[in-house]
């Protein structure tokens, strides 16, 4: 019996190990969106070296996770959910790399504003920035708590997102079209915009996963019954 014990006990610790890799990862992502959007939206590029070394680290954190999930698969061959654990820790792990490096493109795009005439304040861009953060944020804790109802509003969201980037397209546009002197600094706020809808994309990957780890079904393309 201790013998069979002891490697499921291996078994969990190394669950755990996992876990504890992947926590530490999206607070690191949390962060550095964080400072890519104040950097945006202050005009402040002074944590832009910051960032970019943080990123280094989620990348590194990416491939020990990669490491740990071929090792489990391999030597475990773990099933139900277990199996649904360790897939969907990987798939979360990949989808914040990909959040991390769209958090830098913004941060190199707020250091490139401070070249360019301003554009005037807009509110779809400061709320673009407050959703998708909420986004985030909601998924990771969904995610840490297994709460489903909680992943669902995320994925519910990620319309209002849309919606403003479509909003901000059309008032960057216009003023360009207006003020040709503003081209420069509209099209970075629009490349900004463009790394927001993926953030919250990505985010709503991470609130699917949930769902597919918590009941074993998958609600991508908006397959989903909420009266289930």
């Given at each position: 019996m201790i013998g069979d014990q002891k490697p499921l006990r291996h078994f969990h610790d190394e669950l755990n190990a996992l876990q504890n890799l992947l926590m530490e990862m999206a607070g690191l992502v949390e962060r550095l969106v964080a400072q890519a959007s104040e950097a945006v939206l202050h005009r402040d590029a002074s944590q832009v070296k910051t960032i970019k070394r943080a990123d280094d680290r989620i990348d590194a954190l990416e491939m020990e996770i990669d490491a740990k999930v071929m090792e489990l698969l391999a030597l475990h061959q773990p099933m139900a959910s277990d199996l649904r654990q360790i897939v969907a820790s990987n798939k979360v792990a990949n989808d914040l790399e990909r959040v991390g490096d769209h958090a830098v493109s913004m941060a190199k795009a707020a250091k490139r504003l401070l070249k360019a005439r301003p554009v005037p304040?807009?509110?779809?861009?400061?709320?673009?920035?407050?959703?998708?953060?909420?986004?985030?944020?909601?998924?990771?804790?969904?995610?840490?708590t297994r709460d489903t109802a909680s992943a669902r509003v995320v994925c519910a969201t990620d319309d209002r997102v849309d919606d403003l980037r479509r909003s901000l397209f059309r008032?960057?546009?216009?003023?360009?079209?207006?003020?040709?002197?503003?081209?420069?600094?509209?099209?970075?706020?629009?490349?900004?915009?463009?790394?927001?809808?993926?953030?919250?994309?990505?985010?709503?990957?991470?609130?699917?996963?949930?769902?597919?780890l918590v009941e074993g079904k998958t609600i991508k393309h908006g397959n989903d019954d909420f009266d289930d």
């Open positions: 304040d807009l509110r779809e861009m400061t709320e673009m920035v407050a959703i998708t953060r909420q986004m985030l944020s909601d998924a990771l804790r969904s995610f840490v008032i960057l546009v216009t003023h360009m079209l207006e003020d040709p002197t503003r081209i420069g600094g509209s099209l970075e706020m629009l490349l900004v915009s463009q790394n927001l809808e993926r953030i919250a994309d990505l985010s709503t990957n991470i609130a699917e996963d949930v769902v597919f």
